[in-house]
């Protein structure tokens, strides 16, 4: 190949790239706002839909691999939640100031279920004075407390000194006070009971760049961090999409010119090399 006509090719090519390398670095990347959010909040804002409060918080930023990471958390309450909690057959639980085990009614379809107090023998012997601090067995295994009268050690059957332990029996549709709530017995199965009752429940959502939250109301919000410090929830998506569009395309325009560059260069690097082979003739 003539190395004049090479060296035209060459400049050709080098225009092109230098262009597109100049395109580049002065190109202005289109960013997306979102002045229309329905929303725009900062750590610890609140906002309202149909009654129930909204509160945005933890709302922060880190880098990651060159990238920020946004996050944050929505809360809310419910103060009339539908509240439940299940108590498995022979499981113990804490009523009325004390220990009590539950004890589901045999058969397949049981009428109801016992409540039995535990009793804390221990502690009742620590505060009796005239017995020893722990029971004793006999060699038939009978378990009796030392009780001390008239200067006189005296074994008392354990079943005849601590008394009977108090015991409730409940059917579905019974109501009790449990954890300071009046609680209904809504289901009674051979392996467990639950109980259910109105009270406050907090729920809470995170938010992620560019991820949707759904609100208890059904409302679905396209989450945007502009900052680690600020969160929009947008409803209407039309103009942040149309702005995606335009970013998008930008990108699509800037990979073509880099593809542009780096063919260009690779072409005048070949031109070169073919300038350079030594004639056969």
């Known amino acids: 190949m003539q190395r004049r006509a090479v060296a035209v090719y060459v400049a050709i090519f080098l225009l092109v790239g230098v262009g597109s390398y100049a395109l580049i670095t002065t190109a202005q990347a289109p960013t ?3 002045d229309d959010a329905e ?7 609140t906002f309202e839909i ?11 930023g880190e880098e990651e691999d060159g990238e920020t990471v946004y996050s944050g958390t929505i809360e809310w ?3 009339e939640a539908e509240l439940s909690e299940q108590w498995s057959n022979e499981s113990t639980i804490e009523y009325d100031d004390a220990e009590w085990e539950v004890a589901v009614d045999s058969g397949d379809e ?23 601090n722990e029971t004793v067995e006999d060699e038939d295994g009978n378990e009796s407390v030392i009780v001390v009268e008239d200067g006189q050690e005296v074994l008392v059957p354990a079943d005849e000194y601590f008394p009977e332990p108090r015991s ?8 009790l006070t449990y954890n300071n709530e009046t609680v ?11 109980v259910t ?5 907090t729920y809470s959502e995170d938010l992620e760049q560019e991820q949707e939250v759904t609100l208890e109301n059904d409302q679905t919000f396209l989450v945007f961090f502009e900052s680690d410090s600020s969160v929009g929830l947008i409803e209407d998506r039309s103009s942040y999409e149309a702005q995606v569009a335009q970013v998008d395309r930008f990108n699509d325009r800037i990979s073509g010119l880099w593809y542009i560059l780096v063919t260009s260069f690779s072409i005048v690097g070949l031109l070169l090399m073919l300038a350079f082979l030594p004639s056969r003739y």
């Open 77 to 79: 309450s419910d103060p």
């Open 197 to 201: 009752w109105t009270g406050e429940e």
């Open 50 to 60: 149909n009654g129930t409060t909204y509160t945005a918080s933890e709302l922060s």
């Open 110 to 132: 049981p009428d109801g279920f016992t409540l039995v107090e535990q009793l804390d023998r221990q502690a009742i012997l620590e505060e009796d004075p005239d017995v020893g």
């Open 184 to 194: 209904t017995v809504d289901t009674v199965d051979p392996n467990f009971v639950i």
């Open 32 to 34: 997306v706002s979102i």
């Open 39 to 45: 929303y725009q909040l900062s750590d610890g804002d």
């Open 168 to 175: 409730e029996t409940f059917s579905s549709g019974d109501t």
